[in-house]
């Protein structure tokens, strides 16, 4: 037990610290209160709320991660083609500027709303919200997030989303999950794109940037693929479809899923130092 | 530059603790921080510089206490120290591990100064 970096505090006790301080002076007379939570709760309420609303519209909310123009607007193109007649799909676009990738979604066919964040290099759970009242949840089975081109930033914020897609084209290199562990580590299936460039690009070793992702202690599939000649669609859509299926097992039980990072690691270590 | 939005959070968080305990001034906040919070200690310290102006935390100190990186093996069970792109166990190298410590970002703690007249008090 501890009374300096506040791992003792339990709900149980809680309120001895809140209220009155009593327990939580300084030396200096001025009153300590300790907190212990997530400096993101806020993001992390609403992205609950917004985790909520898709469920009790029983669709499946994806987000996509990478550097810019590594593919994803062209992956999701590919993707809108080859089973919009098997689902009804819904994209959200986050861009620092421009409707450029919502246009080329809806040239599909397919609903996309576009955030402009201006100067904001991530998207978060408030800016989806908003999003969503331009959508009509239930017309959709599978939404879409394709978050700010960043490889950094967006890590860090749960949208409400089930599955995190993290996408590294082979023109970076196969060293990235070694230099953004963060972003690589939140995946549910790492995506290396533009397979169809390992031709002419002998410098890219997929066993070694698929050895970095083992590093970072992620079990998700990783798939070499290309929406240029079509490789590794088939071990991707079929992925898709299972996801799908288990949203529907999941919310059959009443049931949700968070993405693999975010507040589980901070419950987890609640309950170690407890 | 995620730094900024995530220090106005903690601001945010920090007023309403102040306001619920009647402060008139923060003095100190701590943060605790994991290598895989994905947010960098020192750019948010410089963010804090400029995001605490005009807040009741606008003389308030942050200080950063940075957690190490943990891992337990989910096959053989040991527990080792671990590098941020290097979680694999130590012990037998397998891939399959649980991180245990190194993601935080948490608010651990605020010192503040109460208001004299609610001195000792506690509540209302």
């Known amino acids: 037990m501890c009374d300096t970096c506040g791992c003792n505090i339990t709900d149980g006790n809680r ?15 001025s009153v300590a209160v300790e907190v ?5 709760s806020a993001n992390d309420h609403q992205a609950a709320h917004n985790r909520e609303h898709f469920d009790r519209h029983q669709l499946l909310a994806i987000n996509l991660m990478s550097s810019p123009g590594s593919g994803k607007t062209r992956l999701l193109e590919t993707t809108l083609d080859t089973i919009k007649k098997r689902y009804r ?11 450029n990738d919502a246009q080329r979604i809806r040239q599909k066919g397919v609903e996309a709303v576009q955030i402009t964040t201006g100067t904001a290099c991530h998207l978060d759970a408030h800016l989806i919200h908003h999003a969503l009242h331009q959508m009509n949840l239930d017309e959709l089975d599978i939404l879409f997030i394709e978050n700010v081109g960043n490889l950094v930033c967006p ?15 082979v023109t970076e290199g196969d060293d990235k999950p070694a230099k953004y562990p963060v972003i690589f580590r939140a995946a549910d299936h790492v995506l290396i794109t533009k397979s169809d460039l390992l031709a002419v690009l002998d410098d890219f070793n997929t066993e070694k940037a698929e050895q970095a992702v083992r590093h970072l202690a992620v079990e998700a599939p990783v798939t070499l693929i290309s929406a240029k000649n079509g490789e590794g669609f088939e071990t991707w859509l079929t992925w898709l479809d299972e996801q799908v299926q288990k949203q529907a097992e999941r919310r059959a039980k009443g049931e949700t899923t968070n993405p693999k ?3 589980e690691g901070i419950h987890m270590h609640a309950h170690d130092t407890r | 530059m995620h730094e900024l939005s995530i220090c106005q959070a903690m601001l945010t968080q920090v007023e309403e603790i102040a306001q619920r305990e009647h402060a008139s001034q923060v003095t100190r906040i701590l943060i605790r921080i994991g290598p895989l919070s994905g947010v960098v200690p020192e750019l948010l310290q410089q963010a804090f510089t400029i995001a605490r102006a005009g807040s009741v935390a606008a003389n308030a100190e942050l200080e950063t206490e940075l957690q190490s990186i943990r891992v337990r093996c989910q096959q053989c069970g040991a527990e080792c120290d671990a590098e941020t792109n290097r979680l694999i166990c130590c012990e037998c190298g397998d891939f399959r591990t649980q991180l245990i410590s190194g993601d935080e970002l948490l608010l651990a703690r605020v010192e503040l100064t109460r208001e004299p007249e609610e001195e000792g008090t506690g509540k209302d």
């Open chain 1, 89 to 99: 799909m819904g994209v959200i676009e986050g861009d620092l500027e421009t409707e």
């Open chain 1, 155 to 169: 890590a860090s914020f749960d949208l409400g989303q089930h599955l995190n897609i993290t996408l590294l084209s």
């Open chain 1, 36 to 40: 212990l939570q997530s400096l993101l």
């Open chain 1, 15 to 29: 309120h001895l610290i809140e209220e009155g301080g009593k327990h939580a002076h300084t030396d200096d007379g």
């Open chain 1, 261 to 263: 990072l975010q507040t």
